[in-house]
Nanobody
Framework: EIILVESGGGSVQAGGSLNLSCVASGAAASGFTLGWARQVPGREREEVACIDYDGKTTYKDSVKGRFTISQDNSKKTLFLQMNTLKPEDTAMYYC????????????????WGQGTQVTVSS
């Protein structure tokens, strides 16, 4: 079993920045596909960013150029740097991981964190 714990969420004004972190424990994360997703009450969960085992990254169109996904393997930590935040970015953000599923099927990840809330006001 792998445990994922997110942190770094908070409340910011539009145009501000936040850096989310996700620390993994319980299993080696090397070779895992890693990603971030978000969910707003009343809406379906949506994939935000993903990084495959080979380093290839993918992003939701609405966050391209503003969000950057990265990882520190030595610390088993996944990051999501979010810049130029907009009110529509407000959501609960979750990190996820899977040893086999690729980013193209990130909605099928088997391991998920509990989430960290991001609120952007105008």
């Amino acid at each position: 079993e792998i445990i994922l714990v997110e942190s770094g969420g908070g409340s910011v004004q539009a145009g501000g920045s936040l850096n989310l972190s996700c620390v993994a424990s319980g299993a080696a994360a090397s070779g895992f596909t890693l990603g971030w997703a978000r969910q707003v009450p009343g809406r379906e969960r949506e994939e935000v960013a993903c990084i495959d085992y080979d380093g290839k990254t993918t992003y939701k169109d609405s966050v391209k150029g503003r969000f950057t996904i990265s990882q520190d393997n030595s610390k088993k930590t996944l990051f999501l740097q979010m810049n130029t935040l907009k009110p529509e970015d407000t959501a609960m953000y979750y990190c996820a991981a899977d040893p086999h599923v690729r980013c193209r099927d990130s909605d099928e990840f088997n391991y998920w964190g509990q989430g960290t809330q991001v609120t952007v006001s105008s």
